[in-house]
């Protein structure tokens, strides 16, 4: 349950502007925090501090739920200004436990930005694990207007088991570490996943005949396939095989 501290909100109709003043939601652990001016103008802006937000919980507001997974508890601050113009958007934020899919990565650093041009806002992070080492690079963009978000994530070294959320039922059991370049773009309730990824000491099973692979190569993802380009697999009696072709789907189903 989620509380209201007492607050001070006006509208000037002249200037046409909301004036906010303290104000703060929170509940348990988590918190919102708000103070400044919504106008038209530039010299005006609101700030937005928070502490702890679960990031699924901020994604229950869009269609992202019902096509990928994102873990995590956002701190961060962000300033808007001219909200009722020329819009700007700055925003650093930290997400702790992060994690796609159900799979864990580490923390993430990220910085935000309204591009007006675009109408679109661009995201920039690094995710380190609990060692502190960087394990991936992330650049994002969100286009409210058309409902259309993307992510470039270039890894090195993460948890390859993420893949799992939307090959349910085509390929299973997908593990191992993954390093290159993926990405991720969802419209509407579609998401596409596109790239080339190499696995090291990874696995995979094929449901349709009951037999788990085992290899350390690359592979390619494009909107329609899961290509395996010739890689050297194991089966799990030690049998060696080059395994080439793909599993093809339409929209990670039939």
Known sequence: ?????????????????????????????????ADGKISPLRTDSINIDLRNIKVDYLLTYTDAPKVISIQGLVTGNATLYSVFSACMLEA???I??????GVYFGDVDAQARLDRE??????NGTIVDSSQVTVAVVEGK?????KWWGLDITCDSIDASFINFWTEGIVSNIRGRAYGRVKVE?????????GRALA?????TVPQIGVTYNFSDSVFLDST????????AYDQYGNLGTFSGGVYHQNFAN
Do not use: M
């Not at 501290?5 to 652990?29: E, G, M």
């Not at 702790?96 to 899919?101: E, F, P």
């Not at 675009?118 to 995201?123: A, R």
């Open 1 to 33: 349950i989620w509380s209201i501290s007492p607050t001070h909100i006006t509208y000037t109709h002249a200037t046409k502007c909301v004036d906010v003043r303290n104000l703060l939601l929170k509940t348990d652990y988590q918190s919102i925090y």
């Open 92 to 94: 650093n934020a930290k």
């Open 96 to 101: 702790k436990n992060g994690g796609l899919n």
């Open 118 to 123: 675009s109408k679109s806002i661009l995201i």
């Open 142 to 146: 969100v286009i409210p207007a058309k």
């Open 186 to 194: 969802g419209e509407q309730h579609e998401v596409y996943v596109t």
């Open 200 to 204: 090291k000491n990874a696995s995979i």
């Open 225 to 232: 396939a899961i290509i395996f380009p010739g890689i050297r």
